[in-house]
């Protein structure tokens, strides 16, 4: 599934224009990109629950020279799933 196809599953069950139901589902993703983006953590009851952690820094190695390369720590999202979620 992509984004065009929640954008009609959204304009099909709501009644609404495939226009409207594109911003509404553009809104959405901004506002969980932007709190993802602060740091916060996102609950779904039924769904899941997003989350920001800490990447450790490591060691990667090219596959084609072998050579290793340093990777650098950072951020990275994790996704939870919720009971209803696990239980499909």
Do not use: C, H, W, Y
């Amino acid at each position: 599934m992509i984004k065009a196809d929640i954008v009609n599953r959204v304009a099909e069950t709501s009644d609404v224009s495939r226009v409207k139901a594109a911003v509404a589902v553009d809104t959405i993703l901004d506002t969980l990109k932007a709190a993802l983006g602060e740091g916060k953590r996102i609950e779904l009851r039924g769904f899941g629950v997003f989350q920001v952690r800490d990447r450790k820094r490591g060691v990667g190695r090219n596959p084609k020279t072998g050579v290793e390369v340093a990777i650098a720590p950072g951020k990275t999202v994790r996704f939870k799933p919720g009971k209803d979620l696990r239980d499909i």
